[in-house]
């Protein structure tokens, strides 16, 4: 799930910016609802949005208020806790079914399905305080076949609270790349308790990936880094994503709200993908603001956006996907490390 095999031929654009801080559904215990990884500073020059029914300013401001208090409230409740100690200790995998992740090169968007099987292997748990060390390994399809790299291992660092919500730091123990926060909850998914982790590695381009990490049982062996075929992919909920049209403000990256949201700036986008809860797009030819997104969606809803401006600075966000009243879908997200934003999009009726 990491950053630890992508052929240096990969790597010649990389731009060290910083991106700070995945089966059918039987039962899935509902705990309050997930909300919501990073980025630095950024203030762009950006236009109005459109005046459009749509964008009711008094809507933007209210999602953007609300989002601001589940952003705190999730701060203060993101204490450990004991209740998952004995769940979390032990082996965890990707199951085929999530084995797909995707190298992506933010300008121009460019994606690369990959497979990552990452290894989890806790070994202390302690009042929701877990730690351990992680094995990533990553193939990818070339003329020659698949291309499997050596393995690399990360330190790994977490919590998990009363209701499950998960967060994970990933320190390479031989690469020296920066350290990469993973956030998830724990879920009970066909018949067992799973870790569903999302996450972006901490280099431009990155890789992405969502997955509903298993727990290995003894003798168990996980399967091997290898691309899942179409009939595998499960997550189809949301692939009416593909071809829709967004409008996304954040108060990061396009300055904090005005009065009552008069004017919010923004941006547009096209979600010009999706495959098993990946989707991605970029904002239409010739606009203003260029704007690449890449992220992914859990069957549960759960959100995750990596953001990519012109000038080549990715900020990543969580939160979730939902449909409001009137049937409206919104995105409601916001960043999970050192900075207090929030942002929300609107679907655009066709």
Known sequence: ???????????????????????????????????????????????????????????????????????????????????????????????????????????????IPIADQTIFHITSA????????????????????????????????????????????????????????????????DHAWRITMQMATGVTPYVTHWAYMSKLPNGGTPPPAVLPDNESLHNAEFRWLEGTRWALTDTELFAPPTTGCQGQPGVEFQVDGYRNGYFWGTSPSGSATPLTVAGSVTPKGNLFLALTTEDG??????????????GHWTMHFRAYGSTAAVGVAWKIPS
């Open 126 to 189: 302690e009042n929701g305080v877990f730690s351990g060390e992680n094995t990533v390994t990553f193939s990818k399809p070339t003329l020659l076949g698949l291309q499997t790299g050596e393995s690399t291992t990360y330190s790994m660092a977490g919590i998990v609270t009363r209701e499950g919500k998960v967060r994970i730091e990933f320190s390479s123990l031989e690469t020296g790349d920066p350290l990469v926060t993973g956030v998830g909850e724990m879920q009970f998914v």
């Open 1 to 111: 799930m990491l950053n630890s095999f992508i052929p240096k031929s990969w790597l010649f654009r990389q731009n060290r910016k910083a991106i700070r801080p995945r089966v059918a559904i039987d039962a899935i215990e509902r705990f309050e609802s997930r909300d919501l990884p990073s980025a630095s500073p950024l203030l762009l020059d950006v236009p109005r949005w459109v005046e459009r029914a749509d964008w009711n300013p008094a809507d933007v401001a209210r999602a953007l208020q609300n989002n601001e208090g589940d952003s705190g409230r999730h701060e203060r409740d993101l204490q450990p806790s004991g209740r998952w100690d004995k769940v979390v200790l032990g082996d965890w995998y990707v199951p085929a079914a999530n084995l797909l992740a995707y190298y992506v090169s933010p300008n121009p968007l460019e994606l």
């Open 313 to 326: 600075t990715t900020v990543t966000r969580t939160g979730v996907l939902k449909r409001g009243s009137g």
